[in-house]
Nanobody, 115 residues
């Protein structure tokens, strides 16, 4: 069983930055592929960024490429999402996701980009 707890969301002005964190319980964190999803009001959940378990390779949705960076610290059982040059369309609930033998979700953290 893995528990994921996101933090770091909030209100930010357009062009600003936020860093989301997702802390995972358990001793097998390094085996999990980690992902950040987001869901805007009235829209389907969207995969924003992925980081693999072994090589740490990353992949991004076109909508966030060049602005968001996903990273992980296996010693701290934590995955991060650095978000720069935020836009109003980035407003969403951001969810952490862990995938290996099973899939786990965090509770989500709200990010609001508004002036």
């Amino acid at each position: 069983q893995v528990q994921l707890v996101e933090s770091g969301g909030g209100l930010v002005q357009p062009g600003g930055s936020l860093r989301l964190s997702c802390a995972a319980s358990g001793s097998t964190f390094s085996s999990y592929s980690m992902r950040w999803y987001r869901q805007a009001p009235g829209k389907e959940r969207e995969l924003a960024a992925t980081i693999t378990s072994v090589s740490g390779s990353t992949n991004y949705a076109d909508s966030v490429k060049g602005r968001f960076t996903i990273s992980r610290d296996n010693a701290k059982n934590t995955v991060y999402l650095q978000m720069n040059n935020l836009k109003p369309e980035d407003t969403a609930v951001y969810y952490c996701n862990a995938l290996w033998l099973r899939e786990y979700w965090g509770q989500g953290t709200q990010v609001t980009v508004s002036s």
